[in-house]
Structures are given as C-alpha cells and as structure tokens.
C-alpha cells in the first residue's frame, strides 16, 4: 500500500470475491450484478465530474459500480445497501480506497438521500427495479437536492420516461418525471451483461432536476388528474377526469381542451392548466370530492 490517501490497492476480481465469500443473487431483492468493468466505467464517466461533493450509490451489492466510480475519481460515494451479506465486501472495498466510501446498511426507501454527504450530490445505482420507480419520484420531489440521477431501469420504465405525448407509453409515471426533470437516455444493456441475467433489457438514463418545475401546479393535483386520466387511459377525458371533479367537462372546456381527447393527447403543459384549473374550482368552493 503506497500509503498516499484514495490510492487503490488492487482488489481481486468481483467474481472471486463473490466466490471467496460464498455470495449468490437472492430475486427478490432484485440482485442482478455487473462484472464487466467497461460497461461499469461506461457509467461512472456518465455521471461525471465526480471529484466534487457526494455520490450516492443505491445498491451496490458486491460492489461493481461502487469500485469504477472511486477509479474514476469520486472524491466520496455513499452506498445504501439493505442486503448485509454484503456488508464485508464493501468493508473491503473501503479499506483499499481509505476515506472514500461511506457504507450504510438498511432500507434505500426509509433513507433521505438528500441529507447525505455535501452538494453536489450526484446518485448513481444499478438500480433494485422493484423499488427503483417510488425510489426516482422521492429523488425528483427533492428538487435540486441533486445534481444528476445516472441511473440503471428496465428499458420498459425507461421507455416511460422518456415517453412523448400521443405513444402508449406516455402516462403518469412520463409527466412525473418530465414536469420536475431533463431526461436523457444513455444506452442499452442486454440482459447477458448481468448474472444473473434478468428476463429484460436494461438502459441507463440521466435525470438533471429543473430549478423550477417546467409549468405551474401544484404537485399533488397534478398527481391526482393524471392518475384519473390515465387509470382509464382509453376514455374520454370527461368521463375519466368526473371521478376528480364532478364539473370535469366544463373546466376541460374553460381549459380550451377537447372533452373528448385522451389524457394522452394532452401535453405536459396542458395537464398543468388543468390541475391549476381544478384546483381553483375546488378553493372557490365547488363540491369538494374530498382531499386532493
Ligand atoms: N450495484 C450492483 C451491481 O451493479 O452489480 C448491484 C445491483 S442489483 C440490480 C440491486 C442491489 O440493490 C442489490 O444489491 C440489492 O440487494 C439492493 N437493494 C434491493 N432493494 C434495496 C433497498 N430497498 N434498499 C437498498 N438496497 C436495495
């Protein structure tokens, strides 16, 4: 060991150390690992400059991405791993980059990551997918907390994120996403990449938080008209939208929207309008249909 702070000593490969501490992928916490240091680099230099502030990595299992984000000049990563088989292996990693990794054991959901380490904060993570969508909207709802999200999904949730209005993938999760964030796809990742290898194709997306929302509404209603416009995706949306607000067709009139479109059809701009819209019928003391 040279001694000098955040010189690596070298660590063996990841498939020895899995080997060497009897480690085996458990499904239902979404185990899937990267080995391959080319598609891991790929990603840490995505999610660069990383010399400054914080990363937070959600899942680092044996610690594949964790390692290629301290090789690429993380100056700190903190990881989030709910699994304690683990806890060793990172232990191992932390001792051959001293000072650089920060390891805490639990739940990524019950964590704020938004309190963790010093801005600029950047999360990147190969990401659990059953936990990986309530995991984005926590991040996306703490605004600027973070600089970027360089983050790993099924291509199917990435599809809808990434979604344009008027495509079946277009829906909730797609205005969630776009009203709070810039979204860009990477690159694909095919299922033999990973070992297990999972069922799907994987892509790697970056989120850039916007300083404001891209238009006016209030969070929780906007959550609320879309949730009814796309629960029922191939009704109109006078029908659809009733179950939010009984006058549904005349604000969507008021709104210069087709009380016959789709929620699809509508543009991220558009359901804005109309959450502001419903909210102001509410607040002047139209017929409550309870809390939005
Ligand atoms: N980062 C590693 C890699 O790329 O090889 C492992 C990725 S694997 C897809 C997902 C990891 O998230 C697993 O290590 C799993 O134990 C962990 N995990 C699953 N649910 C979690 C949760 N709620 N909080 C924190 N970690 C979780």
Redesign the pocket.
Known sequence: MSGDKGVALPLPP?REVIARHGLSA?RA???????DLNL?GRIARAAAPLDKGSVI??????????RALLDHGAREVIV????RR?QPVLAEISAAYPGRLQIIE????K?DASKLGTAPRRIV???????ATP?LMAWLEAGTAFTSLTL?FQKEVADRLLARPRTKDYGRLTIATQWRAEVKRLFDVPPRA?TPPPKVTSTVVQLVPRSEPLFPADAAVLEKVTAAAFGQRRKMLRQSLRQVLPQAEEVLLAAGIAPTARGEELSIEQFCTLARAFKARRVAGARSIGPL
């Open positions: 990841l458990n916490l979404g185990q899937n690992f990267l080995f891991t990595e959600i899942g680092p299992g044996p610690g594949g991405l964790t989030v791993e709910r699994d683990f639990g739940d990524a959901l964590v993570a190969n990401l659990p997918y059953n936990v995991l790993m990973f």
